[in-house]
């Protein structure tokens, strides 16, 4: 069996076969989703497992956060991490960001109490690479573990106190692909009187909900969380329907903000609306209900470039960059998505295949510019 049938070409976050890890062809698999370099560390004092994928730093140092987790063999593990590294050099290239793709992932309960030493050791094998990969919080860590990883190396970001809440970043990014997506679809991006079903009233969702509120939507919202839907609708006027009813509600737009795979068999027959857009990570469950969408005629604006809010604000903790500039560069995710439509339309292919086209060609012409090098060669002497 070839490596790329072991792990498809996707982004997803989700599983993959793991059926035959067993014979996993490291090379032959690192080499076919292009991964440039994969570190696998341990520490014995610490028990620490961990894995540092980076992907491709074409564009910049490869930034990507660190997921801890209990995975059921090596394989899994190596092979998360492959696709989440591939995964963030999409993101950050479409984000429009000088940083490349990489991810780190560390083995075991994530509930342990030992952290200290586990993510010092973490902290030291980044800082090993010399930049070449930056970290930051993911699934299973926190901000109080990345003051641990702080204390080896400052190629780390997310830390308590720096960057803040990103959310209100993120939140505004959605905003404005949610606009383009209208522009596109209706010819105008004025969201006033425009119904608006908001899946999770979460630290997205809420601030979502009231920059569309001062934009003149209509709002119907759903939470697991009673106290997060009533913050919502005290602030926003917004009208509150069951969770499994969110989804099939008669809306212009739906903008998922809960959880990942939310577009799948089981959602897509009850939509009822022209677009779909909004901050949930992975919402296609596989690839295919992207195409389901199109072939439904509902325009969806691609997860990761509507919530590139996110990493915007993780560089700008590196970058040094005001609240003010990060809201300016998520304000360009409304171009971005046009971008996406556009090439979406000259190439005949559905958005998602397009937002990953406009990261290639970007990724591909930085690579192709012309190398000046101002330095005299013999600097040192
Ligand atoms: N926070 C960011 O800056 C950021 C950046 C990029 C992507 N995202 C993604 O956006 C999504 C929301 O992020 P967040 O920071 O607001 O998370 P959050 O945990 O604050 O909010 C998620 C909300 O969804 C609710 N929820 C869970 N299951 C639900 C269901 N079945 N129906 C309705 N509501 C449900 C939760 O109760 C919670 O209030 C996530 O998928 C996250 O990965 C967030």
């Not at 009231?210 to 119907?220: Q, V």
């Not at 809960?258 to 068999?265: E, P, R, S």
Request: charged content about 20%; hydrophobic content about 40%.
């Amino acid at each position: 069996m070839t490596s790329a049938a072991i792990i498809p070409p996707t982004r997803s976050t989700n599983a993959p076969d793991l059926a035959d890890s067993s014979s996993l062809q490291l090379f032959d698999t690192i080499a076919g989703m292009g991964h440039e370099q994969v570190v696998v560390c341990h520490d014995k004092a610490s028990g620490y497992r961990g894995i540092i994928a980076i992907h491709d730093t074409t564009l910049g140092p490869a930034l990507g956060g660190t997921r801890f987790w209990s995975y059921a063999t090596d394989a899994e593990a190596i092979v998360d991490a492959l696709r989440l590294s591939r995964g963030m050099t999409y993101k950050n290239a479409v984000a429009g960001l000088n940083l490349g793709g990489g991810k780190s992932v560390i083995i075991g309960d994530n509930r342990t109490p030992n952290r200290e030493m586990i993510f010092r050791a973490h902290g030291r094998f980044v800082d090993s690479l010399g930049g070449r990969y930056v970290t930051a919080e993911d699934v299973g860590t926190s901000t109080g573990d990345m003051d641990f990883v702080h204390m080896e190396t400052d190629y780390v970001a997310g830390l308590a106190g720096a960057s803040g809440d990103p959310s209100p970043v993120t939140a505004h990014g959605v905003f404005r692909a949610i606009q383009a997506s209208a522009f596109r679809r209706w010819g105008s991006d004025s969201l006033e009187g425009k119904t608006i079903a908001i899946q999770g009233c979460g630290n997205v969702g809420y601030h979502l909900a009231k920059e569309l509120h001062r934009a003149g939507a209509k709002l119907i919202v759903a939470d697991i969380d009673a106290e997060r839907v009533k913050r919502v609708v005290n602030e926003t006027g917004a009208r509150s329907v069951a969770t499994d009813e969110i989804v099939g509600q008669q809306a212009d737009i739906y903008a998922p903000c809960a959880l990942g795979g939310g577009i799948n068999d089981r959602t897509i027959p009850q939509l009822r609306v022209e677009i779909v857009a909004g901050a949930a990570n992975n919402q296609l469950l596989e690839d295919r209900h992207g195409d389901e969408l199109e072939a439904k005629g509902i325009l969806y604006a691609p997860d990761y470039v509507a919530n590139a809010g996110g990493v915007i604000n993780v560089y700008s903790e590196l970058a040094g960059w005001s609240r003010e500039r990060s809201l300016r560069k998520a304000d360009e995710i409304y171009h971005t998505v046009l971008n996406v439509f556009d090439i979406a339309k000259q190439d005949g292919i559905p958005t998602y295949q397009a937002a990953d086209r406009l990261a290639e060609r970007r990724i591909a012409a930085v690579r192709s510019m012309v190398k000046t090098w101002p330095q005299w060669p013999n600097k040192a002497s």
